[in-house]
């Protein structure tokens, strides 16, 4: 299934596994991006392991707010 074809609301959780994909398609993937804000802002859950968080980098929250900004730890 293409990214650009999934609706968040047919799905209850996202998860991202790791490797380079994550790390380099998927990080500046529009509809990467906009799937995991679209997952974030309706409380659902989303998770990622190794490389995959970094396709948290151009994520924001419904205020615009990037998901990463002065974020430590393993908690958004």
Do not use: Q
Request: with cysteine; hydrophobic share 40%; glycine share 8%.
């Amino acid at each position: 299934m293409r990214l650009d074809s999934v609706d968040s609301s047919s799905f209850d959780a996202v998860f991202y596994s790791g490797g380079h994909g994550p790390l380099w398609d998927l990080a500046e993937d529009a509809n990467s991006v906009s799937l995991i804000g679209s997952f974030y802002n309706e409380k659902k859950p989303i998770a990622f392991v190794c490389h995959a968080p970094s396709v948290l980098r151009d994520v924001k929250d419904a205020t615009g707010k990037s998901l990463v900004n002065a974020k430590k730890g393993n908690r958004l």
